[in-house]
Structures are given as structure tokens and as C-alpha cells.
């Protein structure tokens, strides 16, 4: 009885003098909902969050090799459980489109494409290429109305990729004035590397195509539509997103955010009825104000969006993990160190890979906020609802080895 004395002498002590830290109670509550991800997952613990949820968002670390596993498992698990139709890809609408067309029964060449496009970023790996190899292979199982589709809705990166795009709307018998696109667009495809792709001289002639496009579709809208039937709106948005990326790049974040925000709401009528699931970088999921930004999660789930109170959020924290490094492809030492409270993680952490649900009825993280550090205020599932907690993981592998 002694004992016990002390100890709730000492828990009142920790919640007097240091509120916002994560107490004994809190690491019991986090074992009590917790589930290991390691082998094959079940995400048990996901079904009572997914109530109602139209969107589901994951915000993971870059160039972790384990990322690209879990989106399939996730997506595969929503996919049957919650609906899920689209994936969500952080990535422009062109290069999208091209994955959508692969994953829909396109040709290999159609993914072999999009990756030189993406060389220099972090979604330049074995594992990414094999993701979207897994998901074809998975949607071939399925009738053409239940395939997961992808949805690119962030910034048109490689500047090529829009143009790629563009032209592959345009088949055959292309009208005169759209040579110049044609023939642009089969000059970026032979482009390589990241200095050619992202130079001044494509960031010029980008937009002085889209600029050119823009006049003919004012000088000849009604015989350009007849032309591209069914792919007139995806001609005219695609388009558009390329001549936002050049107006805004650069401006920072919260522009970003935005832009990526509008450009659903835009997209989402000319889809077919279906919910979403995206694996973005860890702040674009949060669902309130971080580091003095709106995210993209905070804009699907606040008063604009048609989706509020529909978004559900899972965060992922890395513990004594490697990351693909973009610029040199060398893996680099990398734990979430931003995040408060890691050792009471490790410690309720199950697995090295452990879903922690933190929305459940009693949890102390409806009362507080935790883990953030840069934060607006509230408590913590008003920024996600669900946290990953990986350990020991090695780094994304670059889909070619440097020759140094």
C-alpha cells in the first residue's frame, strides 16, 4: 500500500508540473491500443476510425524502404474495408494520369516513363517501381468499375511531365497547330537526369508552350474539343496545373497547400464515385495549423471541404531508421527527432512496426496535445487520429545505382 502511495504521489506531480507530457497512464492506454504491423498486417484497430471516412491520409518520411510496403498493404486493406478507389498521389496531375493509365491495363513502357520523370526526387526507387507493379498486378484481379485509380493533384514536377502529357492526349491526327506540341513532347521524353529536366531553358519553354496553347484553344476551342472528345477537360485542367506550377513554384507552402486543395475540388466532380487513400509526406496529413501552415489535411478536413469531418489521419514516426538521401542516393541515419515523448513510444511500441490508435473513447489524446512541438493549440486528434510508430528499417534502394 506504501508503494502504491508513492506512485500516485508521483503521477499527480507529473500532471501538475508537467501537463502536455506523456504520462504512466498515457503508455498504458497506448499498449492497450496497439497492434504490431510486422508479417501481414490485419489493421483491426483501423475499422472503428474508418466510420464515415471519405479520405484517408498517411504522412510518412521520404526515402524509407518500408514506406512503399505499407501503402500497398493500406491501400489493398482500404481498398475492401473502406471503399477506396483513388489513390491520392503526391505528384502532378500529368504524371498521374500516365500511372493511371498504366494501372488500368497501359503498358510497362507507361511506368518506365514516369520514373525517368521522377528521377532526383525520392520516388525514384526500386520500391516505388514496384508499388505501382504490385498495384497492376492487383487491379488485374479486379473488373474494370472496382480498380484503384490514381489522382495526381500536386504540382506539375518535371516540368516535361505536362507536356508528356499533353501530347499523349493527342493520337494520330494531330491538327497543325498542335504540332509544336507534339514535337516537344517527344523531345522531353528522351530528356534524362534531374539537371536537364529541371533546367532554365525547360522551365522557358514550358511556359512559352503553355502560353501558345492557351491562344489556340481561344482561337479554335469548339474544333480542339471535337478533336480530343472525351480528353477535352483532362487537356484543358492539365493544362492549367502546368501554368499554376509556373506561377506559384517557388512561393512557399502554404501556397502549395492551396493549390493542391483546389485543384480536388476541381478534379473531384469528373470522377467516378469512390473514396480516397494518399501517402504523403508527414505535415501535408495534419488536420490543424503546424510550423504557422495550413496543411493539406486541414483544408480537406476544415470548413471549405466538401469532405469535412470525413478526413482521417495516420502519422508515422521512425525510430533508429535510414532514408534515401534524393540528391546523392546514400542512405542517411534518420529518427523522428521532432517528435516529443519517442521513448514512451519505444516502450508501448509492440513491434518494430505498431499502429497506435489514439481516437479511441477515454484516450488521454483527446484531452491534450502530444508528440508535436509546432504546433496551434488543441489536442492531438485534431491533427491525426492514428500513429505508426517504424523501427530499425532500412533505406529506399535508388531504382539505378550512381556510377560512383
Known amino acids: 500500500m506504501k508503494k502504491r502511495g508513492i506512485f500516485v504521489l508521483v503521477l499527480l506531480f507529473l500532471v501538475t508540473f508537467f501537463p502536455g507530457q506523456l504520462r504512466a497512464l498515457d503508455l498504458d492506454y497506448l499498449r492497450q491500443n496497439s497492434e504490431l504491423l510486422s508479417g501481414e498486417p490485419e489493421f483491426e484497430l483501423l475499422l472503428p476510425g474508418l466510420e464515415g471516412k471519405k479520405i484517408i491520409l498517411a504522412g510518412e518520411a521520404h526515402g524509407v524502404g518500408i514506406n512503399s510496403e505499407l501503402v500497398l498493404e493500406l491501400l489493398t486493406f482500404l481498398h475492401g474495408k473502406a471503399d477506396v478507389r483513388y489513390f491520392l498521389w503526391e505528384g502532378g496531375y500529368a504524371l498521374g494520369s500516365l500511372l493511371n493509365n498504366y494501372l488500368q491495363g497501359g503498358e510497362e513502357e507507361l511506368l518506365d516513363l514516369v520514373f525517368t520523370q521522377l528521377e532526383g526526387t525520392a520516388f525514384w526507387s526500386k520500391e516505388q517501381y514496384f508499388f505501382f507493379k504490385k498495384l497492376a498486378e492487383f487491379n488485374e484481379e479486379l473488373p474494370p468499375g472496382k480498380r484503384v485509380g490514381v489522382v495526381g493533384?500536386?504540382?506539375?514536377?518535371?516540368?516535361?511531365?505536362?507536356?508528356?502529357?499533353?501530347?499523349?492526349?493527342?493520337?494520330?491526327?494531330?491538327?497543325?497547330?498542335?504540332?509544336?506540341?507534339?514535337?516537344?513532347?517527344?523531345?522531353?521524353?528522351?530528356?534524362?537526369?534531374?539537371?536537364?529536366?529541371?533546367?532554365?531553358?525547360?522551365?522557358?519553354?514550358?511556359?512559352?508552350?503553355?502560353?501558345?496553347?492557351?491562344?489556340?484553344?481561344?482561337?479554335?476551342?469548339?474544333?480542339?474539343?471535337?478533336?480530343?472528345?472525351?480528353?477535352?477537360?483532362?487537356?484543358?485542367?492539365?493544362?492549367?496545373?502546368?501554368?499554376?506550377?509556373?506561377?506559384?513554384?517557388?512561393?512557399?507552402?502554404?501556397?502549395?497547400?492551396?493549390?493542391?486543395?483546389?485543384?480536388?475540388?476541381?478534379?473531384?466532380?469528373?470522377?467516378?464515385?469512390?473514396?480516397?487513400?494518399?501517402?504523403?509526406?508527414?505535415?501535408?496529413?495534419?488536420?490543424?495549423?503546424?510550423?504557422?501552415?495550413?496543411?493539406?489535411?486541414?483544408?480537406?478536413?476544415?470548413?471549405?471541404?466538401?469532405?469535412?469531418?470525413?478526413?482521417?489521419?495516420i502519422y508515422y514516426v521512425y525510430?533508429?531508421?535510414?532514408?534515401?538521401?534524393?540528391?546523392?542516393?546514400?542512405?542517411?541515419?534518420?529518427?523522428?527527432?521532432?517528435?516529443?515523448?519517442?521513448?514512451?513510444?519505444?516502450?508501448?511500441?509492440?513491434?518494430?512496426?505498431?499502429?497506435?490508435?489514439?481516437?479511441?473513447?477515454?484516450?488521454?489524446?483527446?484531452?491534450?496535445?502530444?508528440?508535436?512541438?509546432?504546433?496551434?493549440?488543441?489536442?492531438?486528434?485534431?491533427?491525426?487520429?492514428?500513429?505508426?510508430?517504424?523501427?530499425?528499417?532500412?533505406?529506399?534502394?535508388?531504382l539505378r545505382k550512381t556510377e560512383d
Open 153 to 313: 493533384i500536386d504540382l506539375e514536377l518535371p516540368l516535361t511531365s505536362a507536356i508528356i502529357f499533353l501530347g499523349s492526349l493527342l493520337g494520330k491526327e494531330t491538327p497543325e497547330s498542335l504540332k509544336p506540341l507534339e514535337e516537344m513532347a517527344g523531345n522531353h521524353k528522351k530528356l534524362e537526369g534531374e539537371s536537364q529536366l529541371y533546367s532554365s531553358r525547360v522551365r522557358l519553354e514550358t511556359m512559352q508552350m503553355a502560353v501558345y496553347l492557351q491562344e489556340i484553344i481561344e482561337l479554335e476551342g469548339e474544333n480542339l474539343q471535337e478533336f480530343l472528345g472525351e480528353d477535352w477537360f483532362a487537356f484543358q485542367y492539365g493544362l492549367r496545373r502546368l501554368i499554376q506550377t509556373h506561377e506559384t513554384w517557388g512561393e512557399g507552402p502554404q501556397v502549395r497547400e492551396e493549390n493542391t486543395f483546389s485543384n480536388l475540388l476541381e478534379l473531384a466532380p469528373h470522377l467516378e464515385r469512390g473514396n480516397f487513400f494518399g501517402q504523403w509526406g508527414g505535415n501535408h496529413v495534419l488536420q490543424r495549423n503546424h510550423s504557422q501552415v495550413n496543411w493539406l489535411g486541414s483544408f480537406l478536413n476544415g470548413p471549405r471541404s466538401p469532405w469535412a469531418g470525413q478526413v482521417l489521419s
Open 319 to 398: 525510430d533508429h531508421c535510414k532514408r534515401m538521401d534524393p540528391r546523392t542516393y546514400q542512405a542517411r541515419d534518420y529518427t523522428s527527432e521532432e517528435i516529443r515523448d519517442l521513448a514512451v513510444l519505444r516502450r508501448a511500441a509492440p513491434a518494430e512496426i505498431s499502429l497506435f490508435w489514439l481516437d479511441a473513447p477515454g484516450s488521454p489524446f483527446r484531452e491534450e496535445i502530444h508528440f508535436l512541438t509546432r504546433h496551434s493549440g488543441g489536442v492531438t486528434t485534431d491533427y491525426f487520429q492514428y500513429l505508426i510508430m517504424i523501427r530499425n528499417q532500412s533505406a529506399s534502394n535508388p
